[in-house]
């Protein structure tokens, strides 16, 4: 069996966790966490790092941090994990769901711009933030975004969540996904280009006051072991998370850059015919958390891998305002025609960085074998 993924683990994680438990580092945010947030701050070139304990709560935090809360509106995609929604949800806003880019994923800034312009919105403070998703670990169109947002003083928090180590350029710099709304968040969740032993999440910023907010809110508000400057919630990151995280950093790199390799090799083997590959913009490098495709005939595909026990997945198959959580948002089927078009249609391949090139060929030659067949 080929699996659609595979945990990214370095090998030494028990090592990790029994220096950890040796040197009684079990109490929560010492020095393990302090030295995974200095690091995580360092790898992302910002001042600030925060670690959580999950990036939902790093979503979450980010947006209460702003400020954002019941009456406020949050723009985002549909074309994500439902956690993106939740984090809005539970500060009180509400999601505004935009539609996307088809040949990226993204978020379409055209289609936010016009939102914005017709101005018929569904809360009484209207839109305070936009919430952009690099989705399967490409970039949004952060420059466009970031212009739009100035343009109507609106704030970003970027959801990072499958975008480690992605980069785009940005006025002139090369720059990591992540690092330029008010916060970047990012999960630790196993599965991820960088994965935790269990969950785990953290935000990279450039502003004192974002950190500063995030920090106390995530440890009950605290100011010291007993004194509260406001109701905050329980969402540190574990210690044991941050002694495998940090060393797991230092591989980051190492391991997306396969991921790239295998990715270009993807690129080079599947057929041309019958499939529709995403953009990677000029300017934004993906680190490949997932590797899809598009297809109309994205079932027989499915269908021939796992009967060649290769695993695949499918990111998403219902775009969230068609999902029964959100059912309450109002939305309906037409809503949002690309991302639905999108959820009809992708299907992701096996895409780890211990995949070997021989099985990229192996899933590509199945690939091309179901498109002829029938
Ligand atoms: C796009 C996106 N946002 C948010 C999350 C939530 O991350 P976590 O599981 O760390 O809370 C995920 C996790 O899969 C995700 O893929």
Redesign the pocket.
Known sequence: MIPVWEPVLDGNEKRYVLDCLETNWISSLGSYITRFEESVARYCGVPYGVACS??????HLSLVALGIGPGDEVITTPM??I??AE?IVQTGARPAFVDIDPNTGNLSVPEIARYLERGRFTSPNGPRAILP???YGLPAAMIELRNLAEACDLKIIE?A??AHGARLSYEGQSLYAGTIGAAG?????P??NLGAWG???AIATNDEEMAALVRTLRDHGRLSHYAHSAYGYNARLDTLQAAVLRPKLERLGEWNAQRRRLAALYRETLPEHGLTLLSEPEGTESCY?LFVIRSARRDAIRTALLQNQIECGI?YPLPLHLQPACRELGYAEGDFPHAEAMADSVLSLPMHPFLTEREVKTVSRTVKRALATG
């Open positions: 999950s990036c939902t709560a790093a979503l994500t994990f956690a993106t984090a998703v690099h989705l959801d969540c499958q968040c990012f999960s630790f969740y599965g991820k969950e785990g999440g958390h990111h």
